[in-house]
C-alpha cells in the first residue's frame, strides 16, 4: 500500500466485492496502482480474496457498509494510522430497491437515502483527510437522478431521489475542497450489466474503461458536474 513516500496512484472502492466496483478494482490492480477495497462482508469476498493473492500488498481490503457511522470511524482511523494518501476515491456502493407507488412506506425510503445519499456524504467525509491535493473523488449516481430527464413512471422513486441528492453532495464538496484542487464529480456509469441491472446494455469492463478514461482527463472545470460515463456533462 501507498504511504506518504511512495510513488503511485493510491484508489480507494467501496462495494468492491463484486458488479462495478469489482471491475474498478481490477482495473487500478491491472494498471500497477494501489486499492483499498471496502466490503460489507471481507471475509465472503472470494474474488478479492482472489486478487490478493495476485497483488499481495498492492491490495488492502478493509469492511466498510455504508449504513453503519461506526465502520467509516474505524476505516479512517486505520487508514490514517498506516499513513495511506489517496488519489482516487470512488463511491460506488448502493442497493437498487424500490416499491409501487401505493406501497411506498418510510423504511423503503429511508434505506435508499441512507445508502447512496448519507454514505457518500458520510463516505467523503471519512476520506477527505486522507486525500492528497489534486485527488479526485467520484460520486456513483445514475441517470435516473437527473432531474432534467425524470420523464419515465417506475419503481425507482427513491433511488431517483437519493441519487439527485447525491449530485447535490458532489456540487457542495466541490465547492469546499476546491482550495486543495481536489476534483469531485458525480458520474453515472451507464446502463451495466450486473446484480444489480440484469437488462444492462454494457459490460462493466465497457463502463469501467469509459468512466476511468473520463477520470483521467479530468480538470478542475469539470468539478461539480454530473458526467455520463463517457465525460459528457449530464443536464442536472
Ligand atoms: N448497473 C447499472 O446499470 C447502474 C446504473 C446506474 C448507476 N449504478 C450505480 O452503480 C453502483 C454499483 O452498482 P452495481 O450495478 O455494480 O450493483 P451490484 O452489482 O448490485 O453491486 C452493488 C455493490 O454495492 C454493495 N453494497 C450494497 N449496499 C451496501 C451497503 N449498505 N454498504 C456497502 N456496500 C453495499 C454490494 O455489496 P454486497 O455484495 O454486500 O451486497 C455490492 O458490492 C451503485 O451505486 C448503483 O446505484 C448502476
Known amino acids: 500500500m501507498k504511504t506518504k513516500d511512495a510513488t503511485g496512484q493510491t484508489v480507494i472502492i ?4 463484486r458488479g462495478i466496483g469489482l471491475g474498478w478494482v481490477k482495473h487500478y490492480l491491472n ?3 494501489s486499492v483499498v477495497a471496502t466490503c460489507r462482508a471481507p471475509a465472503e469476498a472470494t474474488d478479492l480474496i482472489a486478487l490478493k493473492e495476485e497483488y499481495g500488498n498492492k491490495l488492502l481490503i478493509e469492511q466498510l ?5 461506526e465502520h467509516f470511524d ?20 448502493g442497493s437498487g430497491s424500490g416499491k409501487p407507488f401505493g406501497e411506498w412506506d418510510s423504511e423503503s ?18 476520506v477527505t483527510p486522507l486525500l492528497n491535493d489534486g485527488a479526485k473523488m ?24 437519493a441519487k439527485a441528492g447525491v449530485n447535490m453532495l458532489a456540487r457542495r464538496l466541490s465547492v469546499r475542497l476546491a482550495d486543495r484542487n481536489i ?5 453515472t456509469p451507464g446502463s451495466v450489466l450486473t446484480g444489480m ?31 455520463h460515463n463517457n465525460g459528457t456533462v449530464v443536464p442536472w
Do not use: W
Not at 14 to 17: A, F, H, I
Not at 140 to 150: F, L, N, P
Not at 204 to 224: A, P
Open 109 to 126: 425510503f429511508a434505506i435508499t437515502f441512507e445508502v447512496h445519499t448519507i454514505g457518500s456524504a458520510l463516505f467523503a467525509q471519512m
Open 31 to 33: 494498471a500497477g496502482d
Open 197 to 227: 441491472n440484469p437488462n444492462g446494455t454494457i459490460s462493466v469492463e465497457e463502463s469501467v474503461g469509459l468512466m476511468s478514461s473520463t477520470l483521467d482527463k479530468l480538470t478542475m472545470e469539470e468539478s461539480g458536474s454530473l458526467l
Open 138 to 161: 467520484v460520486l456513483t449516481s445514475s441517470g435516473v437522478g437527473s432531474i432534467t430527464r425524470a420523464n419515465r413512471q417506475n419503481e425507482m422513486d427513491a433511488y431517483a431521489i
Open 14 to 17: 467501496t462495494g468492491s466485492n
Open 183 to 187: 476534483v469531485v464529480v458525480a458520474i
Open 65 to 69: 457498509d455504508l449504513s453503519n457511522e
Open 74 to 93: 474505524r476505516l479512517g482511523e486505520s487508514l490514517a494510522r498506516y499513513n495511506v494518501r489517496i488519489d482516487i476515491a470512488i463511491n460506488n456502493a
